[in-house]
């Protein structure tokens, strides 16, 4: 039984898009119908496979968006540029279009309540869209764990589910948002306006003493100062986990 789930989670799947939604002007949300879908983890992530008229063929990887309990499958996917995959998905595709992909995959970067906490996560601009799937997950099965996300982005235009990530601080107990924009800041911005670094992990981290689970996704160098800061901080680097992605691709 257990390699037939293996067996299963690798076969490419036919996926129909059924909703798009525009995150910023470089990210959109793609939500697809995948029938057979066996389920999956808050922190895992799918292959998705293209192919041209002349059979050349393009994959990538893209982080698993909607929680564990939503009946459809979602990615958020930002346009690379010089990418090959990303530019189709986010400005070609349309509902009623096919993919395929492949999956879930991954068990290390994944969160479920039986983990614990508190928990600690660290974005740094896409990068957050797998610890935006465990904020949700902790929120559909009602999951009391204190959590505080630390995101770093260009803009305050392009921080990826804004207005999701303030409604749920501010509407559940234990969630904590702080957001630092490294580009331009809006009038009035009281926030934090620099790279994340050890000082600013210092102010806003949890204390190394509460032994908190992080999770950090983003670009390469951000994701290794921060694991590096973090030690440097007193926390142990095992409750550390980190995914990370290059600067070209897509």
Not at 16 to 42: K, M
Not at 57 to 62: D, F, K, N, P, V
Not at 186 to 202: A, K, M, V
Not at 204 to 209: D, E, G, M, N
Request: glycine letters at 12%.
């Amino acid at each position: 039984m257990a390699g037939t789930a293996v067996l299963g989670r690798l076969t490419w799947r036919l996926a129909e898009v059924v909703r798009l939604v525009d995150e910023t002007p470089r990210v959109r949300s793609i939500a697809f119908d995948v029938p057979g879908w066996p389920g999956h983890r808050a922190g895992q992530h799918v292959d998705v496979r293209l192919t041209a008229e002349d059979g050349y063929q393009a994959e990538r990887s893209y982080s698993i968006a909607s929680a564990p309990g939503n009946a459809e499958l979602e990615l958020t996917v930002e346009r690379l540029d010089d990418g090959e995959v990303s530019p189709y998905l986010v400005d070609e595709l349309r509902p009623g279009d096919r993919i395929e992909l492949r999956g879930p995959v991954g068990g290390y970067f994944v969160w479920t309540p039986e983990v614990g906490g508190p928990l600690l996560l660290v974005a740094g601009g896409s990068g957050v869209v797998p610890l935006a799937t465990m904020l949700r997950h902790r929120v559909e099965v009602g999951d009391d764990t204190p959590v505080r996300l630390l995101y770093s982005s260009r803009t305050l235009e392009d921080v990826i589910y804004r207005e999701e990530l303030d409604r749920l601080a501010a509407e559940h107990d234990g969630l904590d948002v702080v957001y630092t924009l490294t580009r331009s800041q809006p009038p009035g911005w009281n926030g934090y306006t620099r790279r994340i670094d050890g000082e600013l992990l210092g102010e806003v981290s949890r204390p190394a003493s509460e032994r908190p689970h992080v999770f950090v996704c983003g670009p390469t160098l951000l994701v290794e100062s921060v694991a590096e800061a973090l030690v440097g901080l007193g926390h142990d680097s095992l409750r550390i986990k980190t995914e990370r992605f290059g600067p070209t691709g897509g």
